[in-house]
């Protein structure tokens, strides 16, 4: 019974805790671009077509002769 006197309110102070830091991120704007990140990850603007992950723009090859 006393494990339970300490149990609840520190239970009740840990959802007060989350609930205070989920209006914090409202407040402050962490909510309001949730499809920028969603498209974000799709936009591959490092890799340029014919840079280094293709050998025949590079002149490399793998090793495997073409006969002529």
């Not at 239970?11 to 991120?25: C, D, I, R, S, Y």
């Not at 671009?33 to 490092?46: C, F, H, K, Q, Y």
């Amino acid at each position: 019974m006393t494990g339970l006197a300490l149990l609840i309110p520190l239970a009740l102070l840990m959802g007060l805790l989350g609930l205070v830091a989920f209006f914090w991120a409202l407040r402050t704007g962490q909510f309001e671009d949730l499809d920028g990140a969603a498209n974000r990850i799709l936009i591959d603007d490092e890799d340029e077509p014919g840079q280094k992950d293709d050998p025949a723009a590079t002149g490399q090859s793998n090793g495997a002769q073409v006969a002529p």
